[in-house]
């Protein structure tokens, strides 16, 4: 009877962690929020979060410095349309000290699209994909591996979404600061 119940454990267990590293579906790694900015034009808030975006998103450096190349990032804008696209990166782990510490200098990559209407943006991250740099093995016989790029599993999303879902509450705090309002 205990060797039943071990085993039951063991298998519910197994399973139990394996939930965790199931990838998820590119179409479910989006995450969206809309921004308010009541009494703001589209304009204003186009030409705002053009100066947001370049001060809060860089350009991949494939994780190792903490202070990424400061380049363009904004691939596409039609202020007619009040459409921005940013291609852009976050470090994973985000915070240095996380328990994964295994994975420093790893990155999320993603896809930026605001939509801006008079009075809000939408902001929709998309193609959420891992890149793993590569790393030296070993010290008698270094090794490099190669780097690659991989689906997020469950867990690293759970771990990311409230990263993402963090930016638009900065893109409101922005707009809203009197300077942006012209009230320096």
């Known amino acids: 009877m205990i060797r039943i119940f071990i085993t039951s454990l063991f298998m519910i267990t197994s399973l139990a962690s394996c939930a965790s590293m199931q990838t998820i579906p590119p179409e479910q790694l989006v995450v969206q929020k809309v921004v308010e900015a009541p009494g703001m034009s589209k304009a204003q808030i186009f030409h705002t979060s053009k100066m947001w975006l370049a001060r809060t998103f860089r350009q991949p450096t494939y994780g190792f410095a903490e202070d990424n190349w400061t380049r363009t990032v904004i ?8 459409t921005l696209i940013v291609n852009s990166t976050i470090l994973y782990p985000y915070k240095k000290f996380s328990g994964e ?36 093995c070993g010290y008698a016989y270094p090794q490099v591996t190669n780097s690659y790029q991989k689906e997020l599993t469950s867990e690293e999303m759970e771990r990311v979404k409230p990263i993402f879902l963090a930016f638009p509450d900065q893109l409101g705090a922005f707009l809203t600061r009197p300077e942006m309002k012209g009230n320096w």
């Open 75 to 82: 691939q596409y804008e039609n202020e007619t349309n009040g």
């Open 101 to 136: 510490t295994n994975k420093e200098g790893w990155e999320v990559r993603f896809t930026l699209q605001e939509d801006v209407k008079d009075g809000k943006a939408r902001l929709i991250f998309s193609d959420l994909i891992m890149y793993v740099p590569p790393h030296i």
